[in-house]
């Protein structure tokens, strides 16, 4: 071999070599360099080798002692016995973290290279085979998705079951979260929504029948399958049912142009069973997906439950409410319709058959196996039915779940409440929402009452869905691991900020809206909101994903069910009874404001004078104001123009031009805006009515311009008494596109 070439010398060497006979140089440098490093590690493995031989070897004879028994050895890495057999060797950077063997049987397994020999050529022969190989494997590296197959080959099918029944689990979840929205373009209360929300309140209370649903099962149909086949059932004919009363249930058309709201309490009552059934549903797939799994991917059940919902509350919540919306399906129709694609009740009649057919199937061709204790490669291949050692199948016992009673698992309930970690997790689980129910709760009901369309929101969560889909995925391997708990930490204070920013753009949406006849949106502000709900549904997410993970690390496997839904319980409980609170008293907090029809102006305050008399006649009174100008106590005045004047039924109507400084009703403005420039000359329009055979004079003033940001208008009602005497009664509104200025 020849020996390490200085680049430095040989450039000097080279001087006059072409440009080709350096970079061969080069190459060549480069190659040696590789070649040395690849020896140095070939020597490292052979002694590691040796290593693990002698190790292996002390362990063998101990096991061989104490057995007394010729049992195969479940190592990973085994003693050399000939030179056919076959030994570990390291060929990634991964390969060499995890090169520690493994008794469990869980490490990552490398490729086998057999010994042929002692005799050095051959070893050199080997060695030099173990560096391409590894030099091949650098170069091609494994891909992301080909090491999550890898990992989750055996579990693959239950993860699409999984994923199955969690959908099916989101379509009610989805078509209760979709009714708050249609409710709030029915002009109803947030105390009505506040009534409405206590139908999400079954699954921050099923730890009360958990222990039930753990605890009662027929051993025949399954610990899991005797609640998730009934309540799947149950869903599907109560979606039937509901389907041939939705006219009730949300109101006739009848209704709705008599503006009568629903019966809030009774929709409350007709979904909170839906829910209920759901919440129990929950239950049982919670505890199934934790021996459905294998022990190592059983992270992957956190996975499944956010991928799963989330399709399933797409499909009921966003699909359904573009659909339904009559503005969303006229995008696509020749001739517009007053109604949308489809209607509530052909949407739950359809999801009513879907429940059934999939239940029927799951109930027939899936059977519960625990795989959690038996390793899929058992179950697959046989052969290692009566393999493994004594402390395997011992720990195999201890991790069967027990079959309790009622009393004995609400027992073992009340002491998991009472262990100290668990009461710090239960303050957090409790606590830890509060800062985020202002804004989940309400934003999406504040922009349906600023003029934001359900469709639009729907069209919102359909580009938000892929996110929902590929985050929890993107995120398994950090929730799967030792510390799920850190991506908690990490995105909790980002989630507080987004809040804020929530918070502002609420407040700033009237801004945004078009001086169009339509009175829409312009999509630069539909572009700020997209951006704005990614950045806040990633942090939600990692929030979510991370607490789930970390419930399934911690339950216990005896009691799996119970465990696992009591950490969940706990979490929902946490982010609905704040959202509950918030919008029971926000209508103590809110503030109406009126919106013009076509206009930016959305903010209304409005001035109003006492009554005032006058000791003369409606006729002079009449006078003396269309004759007020100028005179010295209107000194703010500049010039005053007849536009029109004319005279219909007894009524003078007559608009004048007055172009005034920042006085009389423009003391309302902030000193501020008067101060500027632009704004110290402001031309009003006055228009009025006299009407002499009722005796009354009616006028509005309004300004002219700055009609964008600030509009006026003030009205004075003239009118005539008994006793020959006259009143007068002044109103002012200020309408804004912004908060502040009224």
Request: glycine content about 6%; overall charge positive; some cysteine.
């Amino acid at each position: 071999m020849r020996p390490f070439r200085d680049t430095s010398g040989a450039r000097r060497r080279n001087n006059g070599a072409s440009q080709e006979r350096q970079s061969l140089l080069q190459k060549e440098e480069n190659e040696e360099m590789d070649n040395k490093n690849n020896k140095n590690l070939v020597n490292n493995l052979r002694k590691n080798k040796k290593q693990e031989e002698n190790r292996l070897s002390l362990i063998d004879g101990i096991l061989d002692t104490s057995n007394n028994a010729s049992k195969p050895s479940a190592l990973l890495f085994h003693k050399k016995q000939s030179k056919h057999d076959y030994h570990h060797v390291p060929h990634t950077p991964e390969d060499l973290m995890a090169h520690e063997p493994n008794y469990g049987g869980n490490a990552q397994l490398g490729f086998y290279y057999p010994d042929t020999g002692d005799d050095e050529r051959e070893d050199e022969e080997q060695d030099e085979a173990i560096i391409f190989a590894r030099k091949e494997s650098i170069s091609r590296p494994i891909r992301w998705i080909q090491r999550m197959r890898r990992e989750l080959k055996d579990d693959f099918g239950s993860i699409l079951l999984l994923l199955l029944l969690y959908l099916l689990q989101g379509i009610p979840l989805g078509l209760i979260a979709a009714i708050p929205l249609l409710l709030q373009s029915k002009g109803i209360t947030y105390a009505q929504q506040a009534v409405f929300s206590f139908a999400y309140w079954p699954f921050s209370m099923k730890l009360l029948w958990a222990p039930i649903v753990d605890s009662i099962y027929f051993k025949s149909i399954g610990r899991r399958k005797s609640w998730m086949v009934p309540c799947q059932y149950l869903i599907g004919i109560f979606l039937l049912v509901v389907s041939y009363h939705v006219p009730e249930i949300m109101g006739t058309e009848q209704d709705h142009a008599n503006k009568k709201p629903p019966n809030v309490f009774f929709l409350m009552c007709v979904f909170l069973p839906l829910n209920f059934l759901a919440a129990t549903q929950d239950i049982a797939v919670d505890g199934w997906a934790l021996t459905m799994l294998s022990r190592k991917n059983v992270g992957y059940a956190s996975t499944c439950n956010v991928v799963g919902q989330t399709i399933g509350v797409f499909l009921g919540n966003v699909v359904f409410l573009a659909l339904q919306s009559k503005e969303f399906a006229n995008h696509f129709r020749a001739v517009p319709e007053d109604k949308g694609f489809v209607q509530l009740d052909g949407f739950v009649f359809f999801w009513g058959i879907i429940f059934l057919i999939t239940t029927t199937l799951v109930f027939i061709f899936k059977h519960e196996i625990d795989h959690s204790i038996i390793p899929n490669s058992s179950l697959e291949t046989g052969k290692n039915k009566n393999n493994g050692n004594d402390e395997e199948k011992d720990k195999s016992k201890e991790e069967e779940e027990l079959s309790l009673g009622v009393r004995e698992t609400y027992t073992i309930l009340v002491k998991i409440l009472c262990l100290k970690p668990m009461l710090v997790m239960i303050v957090v689980l409790l606590t830890g929402k509060i800062a985020f129910a202002a804004s989940d709760g309400m934003t999406d009901l504040k922009l349906i009452a600023l003029g934001i369309t359900t469709d639009k929101i729907a069209t919102r969560s359909l580009f938000l869905t892929p996110l929902h889909i590929v985050l929890p995925w993107l995120l398994g391997k950090q929730t799967a691991g030792p510390k799920p708990l850190n991506v908690f930490l990490w995105a909790f204070p980002y989630r507080l900020v987004m809040n804020i920013i929530f918070a502002l753009l609420v407040f700033w949406t009237p801004s945004f809206k078009e001086l169009t006849g339509s009175g829409d949106y312009s999509y630069f502000y539909y572009a700020i909101w997209m951006g704005a709900y990614y950045m806040q549904q990633i942090s939600s997410y990692c929030i979510f994903l991370s607490m789930m993970a970390f419930n399934a690390q911690i339950s216990d496997p005896k009691i799996g069910g119970t465990y696992m839904t009591l950490l969940n319980t706990l979490n929902n409980l946490g982010g609905n009874w704040p959202v509950t609170l918030f919008l029971s008293i926000t209508d103590f907090f809110n503030r109406k404001n009126c919106v013009a029809t076509g206009t930016k102006l959305f903010f209304m305050h409005l001035f109003e004078v006492p009554e005032r008399f006058f000791n003369y006649s409606i006729n002079q009174v009449a006078t003396v104001f269309y004759n007020r100008y100028p005179n010295s106590f209107s000194k703010h005045v500049i010039s005053e123009d007849v536009l029109s004047r004319e005279i219909k039924g007894g009524r003078i109507i007559t608009r004048k031009l007055i172009v005034k400084r920042g006085a009389g009703f423009l003391k309302s403005v902030p000193r501020w805006i008067s101060r500027q420039t632009n704004v110290a000359f402001m031309p009003t329009l006055e228009e009025s009515i006299f009407d002499l055979i009722e005796g009354t004079l009616v006028t509005h003033t309004r300004n002219v311009s700055w009609t964008q940001t600030l509009n006026m208008t003030e009205k004075c009602f003239y009118k005539k008494l008994p006793d020959s005497r006259s009143s007068v009664k002044r109103t002012l509104s200020v309408q804004a596109n912004c908060r502040f200025l009224v």
